[in-house]
Antibody, heavy 125, light 110 residues
Framework: QLQLRESGPGLLKASETLSLTCTVS??????????WAWIRRPPGKGLEWIGS???????HDTASLRSRLTISADPSKNQFSLTLTSVTAADTAVYYC?????????????????WGQGTTVTVSS | QSVLTQPPSVSAAPGQKVTISCSGS????????VSWYQHLPETAPRLLIY???RRPSGIPDRFSGSKSGTSATLGITGLQTGDEADYYC???????????FGGGTKLTVL
């Protein structure tokens, strides 16, 4: 059974760099049927998609974070990672990693079928 | 403001039925698959519906999904207190090449 687990620091100061890793077990990240996503939920707000990485290494990400964001993958460790520079209090959130399942015939995502439990990140000023 | 529009809240009594709407555009719902997620406090979001109307294994048939044009709907029948949660629709935006979520709907089972 596929499982995802997020890891990283829970507390940061403003202007520091956030680095999170998602470790995938029970399956490989090297498949064209899936992409691997980061999503966050700030306190009192809804889910916000941050970005995704495909087995090819191609990434997609949200415009509002693009200048500060890097998403990468290490297939040898079956992990993918998020790096967000110059964090502020607005980046305080629970961060989730998730697998996105694709219709490989037409190349469209069906949905996010497996999620990690989430990790809380707090940015202090 | 979300690209996908959901009502902020809905409520119904135990045993009743509720529907949650999700309105998008031709570049989002109109040309992509819609999925729905349940998010309970302190837990991971759970996929309820994918491919507009298909349920993953383990999701009860009390949950259903439909799509028409640029809108989608989640239906929940036989409401239980354990269904109280935030519900989100999601899809791909073909014009921006990004994933989008609705703003979320809080379900209260009175």
């Amino acid at each position: 059974q596929l499982q995802l687990r997020e890891s990283g620091p829970g507390l940061l100061k403003a202007s520091e760099t956030l680095s999170l890793t998602c470790t995938v077990s029970g399956g490989s990240i090297s498949s064209n049927a899936y992409s691997w996503a980061w999503i966050r939920r700030p306190p009192g707000k809804g889910l916000e998609w941050i970005g995704s990485i495909f087995y090819s290494g191609d990434t997609h990400d949200t415009a509002s974070l693009r200048s500060r964001l890097t998403i990468s993958a290490d297939p040898s460790k079956n992990q993918f990672s998020l790096t967000l520079t110059s964090v502020t209090a607005a980046d305080t959130a629970v961060y989730y990693c998730a697998r996105t399942y694709y219709d490989t015939v037409i190349g469209l995502p069906y949905g996010m079928d497996v999620w990690g439990q989430g990790t809380t990140v707090t940015v202090s000023s | 403001q979300s690209v996908l529009t959901q009502p902020p809240s809905v409520s119904a009594a135990p045993g009743q039925k509720v529907t949650i709407s999700c309105s998008g555009s031709s570049s989002t719902i109109g040309s992509n698959y819609v999925s729905w997620y349940q998010h309970l406090p302190e837990t991971a979001p759970r996929l309820l519906i994918y491919d507009n109307n298909r349920r993953p294994s383990g999701i009860p048939d009390r949950f259903s999904g439909s799509k028409s044009g640029t809108s989608a709907t989640l239906g929940i029948t036989g409401l239980q207190t354990g269904d109280e949660a935030d519900y989100y629709c999601g899809t791909w935006d073909k014009s921006l090449n990004i994933w989008v979520f609705g703003g979320g709907t809080k379900l209260t089972v009175l």
